[in-house]
Nanobody, 124 residues
Framework: QVQLAESGGGLVQAGGSLRLSCAASGRTFSINTMGWFRRAPGKERELVAT????????YYADSVKDRFTISRDNAKNTMYLQMNSLKPEDTAVYYC?????????????????WGQGTQVTVSS
């Protein structure tokens, strides 16, 4: 199994930036694609961004394109999400998840091994 731990969330004003991290441990050799999801209050979980360790493909939801950047350090088994120009509608609990799939565009239902989440709150 793989264990995931997110960090880096917090409270920021609109227009500000945050950098989230997701550290993976355990059977990390089974990981191909890593992804960030978020769940806002009263809303369903949303796929935010993914990055493949095999193909290098990255995917962004339209709502975060040109503001968020996903990256990963395979040597450290860590994935990052740099979030710039944050908006109040970005407020959510952010989760990381993994899949062995290389399907592109990514299929959210293929992801598992969820972390505990990190809260991001953007004030207006």
């Amino acid at each position: 199994q793989v264990q995931l731990a997110e960090s880096g969330g917090g409270l920021v004003q609109a227009g500000g930036s945050l950098r989230l991290s997701c550290a993976a441990s355990g059977r990390t050799f089974s990981i191909n694609t890593m992804g960030w999801f978020r769940r806002a209050p009263g809303k369903e979980r949303e796929l935010v961004a993914t990055i493949s360790g095999t193909t290098g493909n990255v995917y962004y939801a339209d709502s975060v394109k040109d503001r968020f950047t996903i990256s990963r350090d395979n040597a450290k088994n860590t994935m990052y999400l740099q979030m710039n120009s944050l908006k109040p509608e970005d407020t959510a609990v952010y989760y990381c998840a993994i899949t062995s799939s290389i399907t592109y565009p990514p299929n959210p239902t293929h992801f598992g091994s969820w972390g505990q989440g990190t809260q991001v709150t953007v004030s207006s």
